[in-house]
């Protein structure tokens, strides 16, 4: 497991700054992301509103009060759609702002050119994981197989459906690295980004191998740790860089998110 040692070492710093994106194609980020309309003036003028609202009450009882009460309410309003993209108007709106490059919420999306503001009630929420059979992926990006022999078990393996805390459907191929912004330096391996503002998931946190039908998870050292919780069973913590396996019906947990592996003999979502 020494190829997958060195992604971790190189990305295992989980700072403040925005995770980096960049790795994963556009065309997958915002994917089925609408752009807002007439609502994201709408959403501005409730803050405006929550804002002088502050202002007015502080003003009864001093001047200088109300100027600190909409101070401070404005600095809430900007702290907040830096860390998660809303705001109170965004939210009454079902509205998100984040950056146009990583769509992930950021100063930058403040930015006038750089923000994106998607319309939630139309689209797709961008921190949201997108399923991989419904992003078309261009033949050219698709990871290649190394032989043909590999194209062959490519073929004959339907994949493993997991299935996100958030409810969305992800089918496993490949060797996947998974993790809150993922990157293969091999350019050989799928990659899955699970969006992640508490940061409790490293950019490259942990590798899933399919093994026939079995399921396989390796922590990549990951600042906050992998486990598995077989059917029916407590989780486990995995030991870094030891391939565990996680048979249907198991849970994933990857820092405080976490995965279930379909059952494909039970026809509802794993609980």
């Known amino acids: 497991m020494h190829a997958f040692s060195s992604v971790a070492e190189?990305?295992?710093?989980?700072?403040?700054?925005v995770a980096d994106?960049?790795?994963?194609?556009?065309?997958?980020?915002?994917?089925d992301v609408r752009p807002a309309g007439a609502r994201r003036a709408a959403a501005t003028a409730v803050d405006l509103l929550v804002a002088a609202a502050a202002f007015g009450l502080g003003f009864l009882l001093h001047p200088v009060v109300g100027g600190v009460l909409a101070a401070v309410v404005a600095l809430v309003v900007v702290a907040d759609r830096v860390r998660t993209g809303r705001s109170l108007g965004l939210?009454?709106?079902?509205?998100?702002?984040?950056d146009r490059a990583s769509a992930m919420p950021s100063?930058?999306?403040l930015v006038p050119g750089r923000g994106l503001t998607a319309d939630l009630a139309r689209g797709r929420d961008p921190l949201l994981v997108v399923p991989a059979s419904s992003v078309p992926v261009p033949a050219e990006q698709a990871p290649a197989p190394a032989d043909p022999w590999m194209a062959q078990e490519t073929a004959r393996t339907p994949g493993v459906v997991v299935v996100t805390d958030e409810g969305a459907t992800v089918t496993v191929l490949g060797t996947t690295i998974v993790g809150r912004s993922p990157v293969d330096p091999t350019g050989t391996h799928y990659l899955l980004g699970i969006p992640d503002i508490g940061r409790s998931i490293s950019r490259s946190h942990a590798v899933l191998e399919l093994d026939?039908?079995?399921?396989?998870?390796t922590d990549l050292g990951s600042a906050n740790g992998s486990a598995v919780a077989l059917p029916g069973q407590q989780f486990s913590p995995l030991t870094p860089h030891v391939r565990t396996p996680a048979p249907a019906g198991s849970r994933i947990a990857l820092g405080t998110r976490t995965l279930h592996v379909a059952d494909?003999?039970?026809?509802?979502a794993p609980q």
Do not use: K, M, N
């Open 264 to 268: 494909p003999t039970r026809p509802e």
């Open 21 to 31: 994106r960049s790795a994963v194609p556009h065309a997958i980020l915002l994917h």
């Open 107 to 109: 100063a930058r999306a």
């Open 10 to 17: 190189q990305h295992r710093d989980d700072g403040t700054s």
């Open 91 to 98: 939210r009454l709106t079902r509205l998100r702002t984040v």
């Open 212 to 217: 026939g039908p079995l399921l396989w998870v």
